[in-house]
């Protein structure tokens, strides 16, 4: 809390990206300039600070300053952003199933789903399979600013406005033409990456003007986990004594280095037999084996010659394109036509993300691959059991993924009795995902090609072939298991499929708007404003393999054990199955603003608002939305805004009809008293019902008369769910402890299927229900402040701009069920089933303007973490320390045949801050994610160079 005093107590002298900040970076603004700025908050347009909702308005040339490689980078730089995904910052992004690359927000981390994205306040098309927008697919060359608004809007917006909005406002009117170029690297010398962009505009006769863009971003990404040192340790937490469950007070989480799989190697282990304790090295021969220095945790050592998860990207390379167009004409002085066609493609490849566990062979006395004394050393021994961990086969796997992104608008604007304001438009979005993993392995074709004969001409073959059921397996080429690298091509073929899945997800989208003064009070105009919307959306996803499909090994002699991955899937990655479906939604909404008092006595003006949306779902039929607030300005200087609001967030179609999916899983079941495998389903849930959230929002806007530029906010926000999205697996310990205690009444008790209320499950489920409770409440703090240097002296030269965010996000707490244990987010680094982040957030920037030459430095703080919210979880290691990261950014305008230049130089992460570790504790795969923190910065320090071009 340190931190938070010094910053509320500097916060006079400091600036934000606000609606104070709305003019050009740079530039001087009187405070009528300022109460000018329009933004988004309310289908009755409204000034930022005047609004009763809080509103953040963030102009692109400021965001350019320290992040020019993209608009949500910079947003994310942003405190009231946390937990967004995007391919530099997460690898993994997009929601199930493994969509990888793209920028997606996420408003107070309080989930993706809840931030809805509109651009010129028009919903977004979604562009992932889970119903999320892809930012990167937007016209960025075109985006005038960004209005943040940060408390709930469903009353006027619709679904997934629970924790904001974030609305990107084109240019529309732009005339001329701008370019950009630029490059950048990072102080390794990887993540290479470049732009270039081109947007113009212009009239089309008197009445007409047309707008249009076209950009491409390509960024090669970090190849490997191994080219970042606080990666390539392999760090893990494990249990300190071994005495009870890890993780528990007895045995706490510690942190241990150089990670290693001790019961496997990579060129094979042996198991069993004469060779127990021995590897197989490279070259095929025995050698000896050292397991490392043991850990309380089963078959994890540090050091040794284990195995562990190498060659993985640790921000995957990735190709963003843009293009973008629109055309206006005015039919009459009161109507205007419009038409507006997006494209937008987002690849990635050769994404390197192959985690697959060890496999376990039987390789038999009579294998060819074995040396004359290597079968004389196993004598009457039958076989022996060699565990592999084949990252050899698993380097040439990789992952392309392309996201095509069509969105189209045409509509009418017009006026009607002389301040009525209205439009109409339809919209038609399509994304397309095709994701294909090349070079995945066929787990009945490894296991058959890994058993080898010689048959009678002295070939080695698949023993298989040599039997009755060689039909099963054609084409089977012999794979010698031993050593690593020593595969054959032919093998490989074998072996290797290439498996695709494609998801085509399609918004049809009607709406209605009309608002205006409707009539005077004793206080002044009494706005109304009315919506009407009709959409429909589908989602259809085709495979060319099944992922229910179970392998057979009953003709292998080879086979693997009992519990290992292969019993499950054909497939060692991951694939996805087919699935289709839709739903459609009317709403109609009312909003109204009425002033109720003006220039009275402590009362400058006073205005009460409110709004409300009905919604009717195909799928779960029909909800309202509501919001009221007040305005209330009492003197000038001041003004105070409240809201209190009912919002909902729809399940998506991936929610709904995800296609099932089957694994094997132990448990140790409490009501029959039995531990076995039993398998596991998961899938859509179509029963689910909208989320409804209650948002209370308490804020102050403060403008000194006697500082005319400095304007300050300060806002109070408190969201509750009570029936949130979660995913009950009947398989975890806490949930068939959570029955058995019930007696069977508790309702997760559905996910455990049994044939009798006593008997052991046939199956367990893990499904998304409405069954969570999540809660999250804190302050943002806003302030704004520029002036000239010869105010300060008369002989100083240049202009000063300061900008201020702060946030203050003490809790964020969710119950996953019914007397299910509560688990805080805030201020935790997100293990125990959380999603972390920092209680204390801020952004400090301050400008220097001197002539052409402005320079930027930006602050940013994260404070410190906890390494779990799981009030059942202990860590024995100290907490994680506060963060802060540096960005710097130079510009230099200059005239060029004419024209206008800018040259820019950005350096992000000036002081080449590593992250902080991840309290990770999957010592079953050590070094398969990257572990740090979540918004952590990993790529490190990063330069770019670049230069912008206005005709």
């Known amino acids: 809390m340190k931190f938070v005093t010094a910053l509320c107590g500097s916060v006079s002298l400091l600036a934000i990206v606000s609606p104070a900040m709305a003019q050009q970076a740079g530039s001087p603004a009187t405070a009528a300039q300022l109460d000018t700025v329009v933004v988004t908050g309310s289908r009755i347009v409204r000034n930022g600070y005047n609004a009763p909702t809080p509103i953040t308005v963030a102009p692109i040339e400021q965001l350019q300053q320290t992040t020019p490689s993209n608009i949500p980078d910079a947003l994310n730089k942003l405190p009231q952003f946390s937990f967004s995904t ?69 009353a006027v917006y619709g679904s997934d406005a629970v924790t904001g909005v974030v ?61 970042r040192p606080w990666a390539a340790s392999i760090p893990v937490y494990i249990g300190a004594t071994g005495v009870g469950a890890a993780g528990t007070a007895s045995n706490p989480y510690v942190l241990a280095q150089n990670a290693r799989v001790s019961n496997t190697s990579f060129g094979g282990l042996a198991l069993t037999g004469p060779f127990k304790g021995q590897q197989f090295l490279p070259n095929g021969s025995l ?16 050091g040794g010659d284990g195995g562990w998860f190498t060659d993985l990207n640790m921000t995957p390379p990735i190709i963003t394109s843009q293009a973008f167009g629109r055309f206006e004409y005015e039919l009459t002085n009161n109507l205007t036509a419009y038409a507006q066609l997006g494209y937008a493609e987002t690849r990635l490849f050769g994404q390197h993300s192959s985690n697959a566990t060890a496999a376990l062979f039987t390789v038999a006395n009579d294998n060819p691959y074995l040396t004359a004394a290597e079968k004389s050393a196993l004598g009457s021994t039958p076989n022996f059991t060699l565990s592999r961990l084949a990252r050899d086969l698993a380097e040439d796997s990789t992952l392309n993924q392309t996201t095509d992104a069509l969105n189209f608008t045409a509509g009418l604007t017009g006026s009607v009795f002389s301040s009525f304001k209205w439009d109409a438009y339809y919209t038609h979005g399509e994304a397309r995902v095709r994701s294909s993993t090349y070079n995945n392995i066929n787990y009945p074709n490894l296991y058959a090609a890994a058993d080898t004969v010689k048959d009678a001409s002295g070939n080695i073959v698949c023993r298989v072939s040599t039997t009755a059921n060689a039909g099963l397996y054609p084409g089977c080429a012999p794979l010698n298991p031993l050593g690593n690298g020593n595969v054959s091509a032919a093998a490989k073929a074998f ?44 989602l259809a996803e085709t495979s060319n393999v099944n992922p229910l499909a179970v392998p057979n090994y009953s003709a292998l002699l080879n086979k693997p054990p009992a519990g290992a991955p292969a019993l499950t899937s ?45 919604t009717d779902y195909s799928s779960s039929g029909a909800t309202r939305t509501w919001k009221y607030g007040v305005n209330y300005q009492p003197i000038n200087d001041l003004r105070i805004r409240w809201t209190e609001s009912q919002d909902i967030r729809a399940p998506t179609l991936n929610d709904l009809y995800a296609p099932p999916a089957l694994a094997n899983v132990t448990i140790n079941d409490p009501i029959s008293g039995k531990s076995a495998q039993v398998q596991s389903v998961t899938g859509g849930n179509p029963n689910l019902k909208p989320e409804v959230a209650r948002t209370t929002t308490v804020g102050f806007v403060y403008s000194p008369s006697v500082i005319p530029r400095l304007r300050m906010s300060l806002d109070y926000y408190n969201i509750n769910i009570a029936n949130a999205l979660s995913s009950v697996n009947g398989g975890s310990a806490a949930v068939l402890q959570e029955c058995a205690n019930s007696g069977g009444a508790s309702p997760v008790c559905a996910a455990a299927v049994r044939a009798t209320p006593t008997s052991f499950p046939t199956y367990v489920t893990n499904y998304t229900i409405n069954a969570a409770q999540t809660y999250t409440h804190g302050v943002d703090v806003e302030a704004s402040y520029n002036f000239d240097m010869a105010t300060v002296n008369r002989a100083l030269p240049g202009h000063v701009d300061l900008r201020m965010l702060f946030a203050y996000q003490p809790e964020m707490k969710t119950r996953a069920y019914p007397n299910a244990v509560l688990v805080e987010s805030a201020g935790v680094a997100g293990n125990g089933g959380t999603v972390g982040f920092s209680k204390e957030r801020a952004s400090i920037d301050t400008g220097y303007r001197l002539g052409p030459v402005t320079l930027n430095w930006q602050v940013r703080y994260y404070s410190g973490l906890a390494l779990s919210g799981n009030p059942t979880q202990f860590y024995a290691a100290p907490d994680l320390p506060g963060i802060f990261y540096h960005d710097l950014g130079l510009n230099y305008a200059f005239k060029a045949a004419g024209r206008s230049v800018q040259a820019f130089l950005a350096v992000d992460n000036l002081l080449d801050q590593a992250p902080r570790i991840w309290p990770g504790t999957s010592i079953a795969a050590p070094g398969a994610a990257n572990p740090s923190v979540a918004g952590d910065d990993m790529v490190g320090r990063y330069y770019t160079v670049g230069l912008r071009f206005k005709y």
Not at 102 to 126: C, E, H, K, Y
Not at 193 to 221: F, K, L, P
Not at 287 to 302: D, K, Q, V
Not at 577 to 603: C, F, K, Q
């Open 86 to 154: 995007n391919t530099a910052a997460n690898g993994s992004v997009g929601g199930s199933p493994s969509v990888y690359g793209g920028n997606f927000l996420n408003l107070r981390a309080f989930g993706l789903p809840r931030t809805l994205i509109l651009m010129d306040s028009r919903r977004v098309p979604s562009t992932s399979i889970n119903g999320l927008v892809d930012i990167n697919t937007l016209p960025q060359m075109l985006v005038q600013r960004v209005d943040v608004v940060t408390g709930g809007a469903s």
């Open 167 to 227: 609305n990107f406002v084109l240019d529309k009117k732009y005339n001329g033409l701008k370019a950009v170029v630029q490059g950048g690297t990072s102080s390794r010398s990887d993540a290479n990456s470049s732009r270039i962009g081109v947007a113009g505009g212009g009239d089309v006769t008197d009445r007409g003007h047309v707008i249009w863009s076209a950009e491409r971003y390509q960024n090669n990404g970090v190849r490997r986990h191994e080219d």
């Open 287 to 302: 050698g000896a084996f050292n397991p490392g220095t043991p850990t309380t945790a089963a078959n994890l050592a540090t």
């Open 495 to 538: 072996i290797y499929s290439n498996t695709q899945w494609e998801a085509i997800n399609k918004l049809d989208d009607f709406e209605g708007n009309i608002s205006g003064p409707a009539f005077n009070n004793w206080a002044g105009p009494v706005f109304v404003a009315l919506n009407f919307e009709y959409r429909t959306q589908s």
């Open 570 to 614: 054909v497939w060692a990655y991951n694939v996805q199955g087919a699935t289709s479906g839709r739903n459609h939604v009317w709403e109609t909404s009312a909003e109204t603003v009425v002033p109720l008092l003006i220039d009275a006595p402590m009362a400058k003006s006073l205005e009460a608002t409110g709004a409300i949306r009905y």
